[in-house]
């Protein structure tokens, strides 16, 4: 039996063509923001489960660490958003748009969109990170 | 070892579903993470966050009708997601199967443990 973990990782390092980044920040982004959601459930029941511990937990969200882990995350949400629905949209009502020319143009406006939607988190949470996180514009 | 499974061929096949759910939960997904992520980390801010503004905010019930419906779309689709990666690298049908159960696990306990908190709200210290 041949060695299906190398032919894996293999395919991934390789490129394959128009939409191999695409696919493969499709998969490095769901699983980020897979574990940021289950860590997202845990620590939000401790409202239920352990307030006290709740309180703790929201003084290390103020860290400035997580809270440049979180702008990193927003954009991997919204790059998961806008490329899935690319690809849902293909793949229910017009699996023509799979065609390489499509998929081509489709891809610089998927990373485009992406970048304008992270935008105002970008602005909005960095500000909130030098303000709370490190002090600037009078925060503490 | 996929072609000779009777349970993947077909279209009524569980991967058939697994499939169209991922894109069809993918559609309620999107506005319900934008809303979600706008009012809490761009209105609201990580770091406001607390017992009070939990409280206050699951004092409405379509908040909570809301956050259900999220949590049940987004960590079963993160679930599915985390099989189909699982799965390109894991190819013997034991280890497959001890990976859906695995998973089938996992999804049950988080989803338990989100659902309870929403249902239960925040329980206030002393």
Known sequence: ??????????????????????????????????????????????????PSMYEMLVRVFRNPVVMVGEIIMAFFVVYHGVNGFRIAYNDLFHNELWAKASTRSALGYVFITAFVLWLPAICIMGYNLLKSGLGFFGGE | MIADNPRVQGSRSIETYSWKWMRLSAFFLIPLVWFHSIIQALITGGGNLSLEYVQTRWMFLGWRIYDIFLLAFA?????????????DFIKSAHWRSVTNWALLAFW??????????????VRMPG
Do not use: C, E
Not at chain 1, 33 to 38: A, C, G, M, R
Not at chain 2, 75 to 87: C, M, P, T
């Open chain 2, 75 to 87: 960590f079963s689709h993160g679930i599915s997601g985390l099989r189909q990666v699982l799965f």
């Open chain 2, 108 to 121: 049950l306990l988080i989803t338990f443990i989100g659902a309870i908190a929403i249902i239960g709200g």
């Open chain 1, 1 to 50: 039996m041949p060695d299906n973990t190398t032919t894996t990782i293999k395919g991934y390092i390789k490129y394959r063509g128009q939409g191999h980044y695409a696919f493969l920040m499709h998969r490095i982004s769901g699983l980020a923001t897979f574990v940021f959601l289950t860590l997202h459930i845990a620590t939000t029941s401790t409202v239920f489960l352990a």
